[in-house]
T-cell receptor, first 116, second 113 residues
Framework: GAVVSQHPSRVICKSGTSVKIECRSL??????MFWYRQFPKKSLMLMAT?????????EQGVEKDKFLINHASLTLSTLTVTSAHPEDSSFYIC????????????FGDGTRLSIL | QQQVKQSPQSLIVQKGGISIINCAYE??????FPWYQQFPGKGPALLIA?????SEKKEGRFTISFNKSAKQFSLHIMDSQPGDSATYFC????????????FGTGTRLTIIP
């Protein structure tokens, strides 16, 4: 149980393109989803927290107009990297949690984004 | 105060040996301490977790030891196998506070034959 599916697993696109990444909870309802960014050989850096039906809460230093997050249903959240540039190249990972805070977060397998 | 310090940064253990990874925290409001295992190109997977009302939790070859007074916790992998080679992250969360996971810096574990 507690499977989180992330799509696509890898995307390569040209500078200036907008890229959408999907995060789905397959067998549970995710009241809260989180988006992380991970640089090579580094820990996960939280970008934003989203609750279903609400606006996402962004961490300090994360541009909300650059990284658009939508959590329209209890099983789907999307991250759109708008007008992506090479410095946005990274490994993006989502996680999902059901119910109250004492439930563990379950992670997707990440999306490797490469901007040429 | 939100930091979780993790050591060592990398660890090489012989097959069959015990791998030990340590973490320390400052925020006494943390009340849930999970460990995640991450293979290259994959997302972290929850391995084992502990709450501060117990001093030890064991699941198969994986054991968490928790010292509340010292604000330290550690992961022990018994009979380490090559398939355990991965990066391990400790984490902490205040479930009834801001509910964000605070991750350690990670330990790259390599099990050699």
């Amino acid at each position: 149980g507690a499977v989180v599916s992330q799509h696509p697993s890898r995307v390569i696109c040209k500078s200036g393109t907008s890229v959408k990444i999907e995060c789905r909870s397959l067998d549970f309802q995710a009241t809260t989803m989180f988006w992380y960014r991970q640089f090579p050989k580094k820990s996960l850096m939280l970008m934003a927290t989203s609750n279903e039906g609400s606006k996402a809460t962004y961490e300090q230093g994360v541009e909300k107009d650059k990284f658009l997050i939508n959590h329209a249903s209890l099983t789907l959240s999307t991250l759109t990297v708008t007008s992506a540039h090479p410095e946005d190249s990274s490994f993006y990972i989502c996680s999902a949690r059901s119910g109250l805070g004492n439930q563990p977060q379950h992670f997707g397998d990440g999306t490797r984004l490469s901007i040429l | 105060q939100q930091q979780v310090k993790q050591s060592p940064q990398s660890l090489i253990v012989q097959k069959g040996g015990i791998s030990i990874i340590n973490c320390a925290y400052e925020n006494t409001a943390f009340d849930y301490f999970p460990w995640y295992q991450q293979f290259p190109g994959k997302g972290p997977a929850l391995l084992i977790a502990i709450r501060p009302d117990v001093s030890e939790k064991k699941e198969g070859r994986f054991t968490i030891s928790f010292n509340k007074s010292a604000k330290q916790f550690s992961l022990h992998i018994m009979d380490s196998q090559p398939g355990d080679s991965a990066t391990y992250f400790c984490a902490a969360i205040n479930n009834f506070g801001n509910e964000k996971l605070t991750f350690g810096t990670g330990t790259r574990l390599t099990i050699i034959p």
